[in-house]
């Protein structure tokens, strides 16, 4: 057995309370074997965590993680503006390769940021996967299906690939990767291939994952066309189980709450996107209080502009005090929770916490900062003060991603260097 030590480190428990202990792991497990502070085994490797949080590594619940190649390529517009005017067109123009490289810029920054975990949407999931294996992280992938301005036979095609990537992918990097079946949302997939093509996945296994009730101009058609709520829709279709999870939730009314709440459906909040689209401001304090499963994701970097889920969690305590109009709403215990095992029990991933046994997917928090200074409550840190910069080191699946801020599975210069080019030269064929 190899095993890897974390000493010298306060740990944040499942609880959400905060002990001084030492962490051991099975690296060949990807286990975490003990957490104490007289540690018994033989350590073949040491991280030290001295003046350090060890927390679990976060769980990005909502991401397209290569989208970081719009980063900063269309600010300031609302959703549906943003999406036909400027995205939508220059993803026409993705090559596989682009999205490989686009898939690894993006895991590099979740890795310096201490993500271990995520959800993702997008197109040539294959290529998003082999960045996954090579960079260790832990993975949901599925393909975004979009049928509305597809004829018939291009719909079906894409719903198609989208079973397949779901049957294809699961287990893959040594069981890294799940898949999930997804339809972009609920106005741009029609009813009749949600229809034909839900039960199928259901077959297969695995759950559905959608965009839900993300603005305003989401839910009127639905209620229009259908006389009833996006959710209610939703579950006269089938995708409002237990296993699957929805991505945003913003304007969900009371009825569908409680509907969440009954059915066992996560909703993955997305504070950033949700307030630089200006889509609005999630229930979340109304979810918690309903039973509804929460957890926090980042959506793709072109709306966010970065996928550091710490950013994410003080969006998410600020704008939920604001959407509550109470400032105790959305408290950091409750922030901290949603993005570990909240996210992970969202998106039906078996990590985000700190017990023996448990999977060894964590991060490691250099409190020596004068933003971190004093220490009088560090899950107040984690959820308001710490940043991106102050992770030290990451580890997933036993295995060390990053040591002292140097990320080791992936070469971070030649990642940054090819993402960009490609990234240039993608809107200049997108500007032809
Ligand atoms: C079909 S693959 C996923 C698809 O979703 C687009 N997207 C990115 N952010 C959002 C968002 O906040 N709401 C809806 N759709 C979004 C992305 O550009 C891909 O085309
Ligand atoms: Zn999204």
Known sequence: MTTLAITGGQVLLPDITVARADVLIDQDDGEILEIGDDLAGDVD?????????????????????????????????????????????????????DVNLGAKLGLLEMIKSGTTAFADMYFMVPQIADAVEEA??????????????????????????????????????????????????????????????????????????????????????????????PMAYAAERGMVEPEDFIAHGVHLDESEIALLAEAGTSVIHCPASNMKLAS??????????????????TDGAASNNDLSMLDEARDAAM????????????????????????????????TGYLEEGAPA???????????????????????????????????????????????LSLDADAVRTQASEAAEALVARAEE
């Open 280 to 297: 609005g401001m999630a229930p979340v304090q109304r979810m918690l209080d309903a039973g509804v499963t929460v957890g926090i994701g």
């Open 319 to 350: 704008i939920g005090k604001i959407a509550g109009e109470d400032a105790s709403a959305v408290p950091a215990e409750a922030v901290v929770e949603m993005m570990t095992q909240g996210s992970a029990d969202a998106i039906g991933l078996d």
């Open 45 to 97: 490797e040491t991280l030290d965590a001295s003046d350090s949080l060890v927390t679990p590594g976060f769980v990005n619940g909502h991401c397209h993680v290569a989208m970081t190649l719009l980063r900063g390529y269309a600010d300031d517009k609302s959703l549906d503006a943003w999406l036909q005017e400027d995205i939508w067109p220059t993803e026409a123009e993705l090559t596989p390769e």
């Open 136 to 229: 260790g992280l832990r993975a949901r992938l599925g393909h975004g299906i979009v049928t509305v301005a597809s004829d018939d036979e291009e719909a079906r095609a894409d719903a198609r690939e989208g079973l397949e990537v779901a049957r294809e992918l699961d287990g893959r990097a040594d069981g890294r990767i799940s898949t999930a079946f997804m339809p972009h949302s609920l106005t741009t997939v029609g009813a009749e291939y949600l229809d034909e093509f839900v039960p199928q996945a259901r077959e297969i296994g695995v759950p559905i994952h959608y965009h839900a009730n993300e603005t305003a101009n989401e839910v009127a058609p639905i209620v229009e066309e259908r006389g009833v709520r």
């Open 361 to 407: 997917d964590l991060a490691v928090i250099d409190l020596e900062q004068a933003h971190l200074t004093p220490r009088h409550d560090l899950v107040s840190h984690l959820a308001y003060a710490a940043a991106a910069a102050d992770v030290r080191h990451t580890v997933c699946d036993g295995q060390v991603l990053m040591r002292d801020r140097e990320v």
